[in-house]
């Protein structure tokens, strides 16, 4: 039989095994007669060999049909025709009616259901985002040869390049990440496409950049590679003009990284950064909190470090990373470990007294009851031996 070049040779796909509960959705959509594939980035991860995430199904039957044919469901995107399963552990598998864009404006799409398989895979970006998987035949569709481009490594637009980045510009950002998690290399003509595109990122939404940025640094494999590419593509112009030219830590493993602190590293004022992306109030109090500083102890010796850690508090943590993230091994970092094995007392709340006693012993509460918290903090950081009860009300009395 002669096979057309975008028929794949199932000889060359390995079979892969998707969830019970995923093959039951199908096959109960199935036996209604609605055409139903396992779509997205969960076959990707999987052929490579990666953790897959959650396996998306797409049909052809309409979100009503969808959610007659489910006894639990829940209406998670309906707009966009995704619906949410319940399996019976109840665990949501989002089902999603193929559909096709009728009208993009780089931002948004509006979509229409009643697309075939074929169709619901060309609207989508990447041709290694592009393959579908029959759950119950287990028959594989790539008819934009994704398979090929994964094996080679090669993040490549699904049709016209230029036309799908100015469908939705996040594309491009999107092509960066997946080359940049995966390693990949971007296919010229997609890489160029990408670079013209880039000035219309202007007209993305802060939140929608924030997370591609926050997953890219999360997925990256090389971050060095993830920011020289936000660099050349343009993006670092338009949304982090602040980004280092290269990432100036060392290597840091998947499973350590946090995108506020990785952010605080690559760029020079991390909270107008994270201002500009609309990051939460969490978010922005602890960029700025890394901005603040003090970075480190004034020296290695015991008394500095524990005021460092009284100045910085609950930021410790995330001045630590910072060094961490930075390849450094500074001298202070074991005496910060020693000090907190040993429990010294870095903060008023580890006083041996209490507000109460201050009060016994005549403070009144207010400013005055806060200065002398402080001056006895201050002494408990130069000596934690002072920190018991008797002897810090004794040190109040001589203040007072
Ligand atoms: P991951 O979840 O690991 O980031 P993914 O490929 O699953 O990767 P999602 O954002 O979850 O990415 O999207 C699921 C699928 O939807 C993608 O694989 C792709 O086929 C399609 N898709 C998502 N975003 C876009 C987009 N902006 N343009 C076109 N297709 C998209
Ligand atoms: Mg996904």
Redesign the pocket.
């Known amino acids: 039989m002669n096979r057309s070049p975008a028929e794949p040779d199932e000889r060359e796909f390995p079979a892969v095994e998707l969830p019970p509960e995923i093959i039951e959705i199908a096959r109960r959509l199935e036996e209604a007669g609605y055409e139903t594939w396992a779509?997205?980035?969960?076959l990707?991860?999987q052929l490579l060999g990666e953790d897959r995430?959650d396996v998306?199904l797409a049909t052809a039957a309409p979100p009503e049909a969808v959610r007659r044919l489910f006894r639990h469901t829940v209406p998670v995107g309906i707009e966009h025709g995704t619906v949410g399963v319940l399996d019976p552990s109840r665990r949501l598998h989002e089902v999603t009616t193929f559909r096709r864009d009728v009208r993009t404006d780089g931002r948004h799409a509006v979509v229409e259901f009643g697309a075939s398989l074929e169709e619901d895979l060309a609207?989508?970006?990447f041709t290694i985002?592009?393959i579908a998987y029959h759950p119950t035949r287990q028959q594989w569709a790539d008819p934009f040869r994704g398979f090929a481009d994964l094996r080679e490594g090669v993040v490549r637009a699904v049709g016209n390049p230029a036309r799908r980045f100015q469908e939705?510009y996040?594309?491009v950002l999107?092509a960066i990440?997946f080359a940049a998690r995966f390693d990949f290399e971007i296919e010229p003509v997609t890489w160029a496409a990408a670079v013209t595109a880039a000035p219309g990122l202007r007209g993305l939404s802060a939140e929608r950049v924030r997370d591609e940025w926050f997953?890219s640094l999360r997925t990256a494999r090389a971050l060095h590679r993830l920011v020289r590419l936000w660099h050349e593509v343009g993006a670092a112009a338009i949304w982090l003009p602040e980004l280092r030219p290269t990432w100036p830590g060392g290597e840091v493993p998947r499973e350590e990284r946090d995108p506020v602190v990785l952010t605080a590293l690559a760029c020079a004022s991390p909270a107008g950064v994270l201002h500009r992306l609309r990051c939460s109030g969490d978010e922005l109090a602890r960029a700025e909190a890394l901005q603040r500083g003090p970075a480190q102890p004034a020296s290695a010796d015991e008394v500095a470090v524990r005021r460092w850690l009284a100045a910085v508090g609950e930021a410790a943590a995330d001045h630590l990373l910072l060094v961490r993230y930075r390849g450094e091994e500074p001298d202070w970092l074991p005496v910060v470990q020693r000090v907190r094995e040993r429990g010294d007392p870095v903060s008023r709340a580890g006083l041996a007294i209490t507000g109460h006693d201050l009060m016994a012993s005549g403070i009144p509460a207010g400013p005055e009851m806060g200065r002398v918290l402080d001056l006895l903090l201050d002494a408990v950081l130069a000596d934690p031996s002072l920190n018991t009860r008797e002897r810090l009300l004794e040190l109040t009395r001589s203040l007072q």
């Open positions: 779509v997205g980035g969960a990707r991860d995430g998306d609207r989508r970006d985002n592009a939705d996040l594309r999107r990440r997953k």
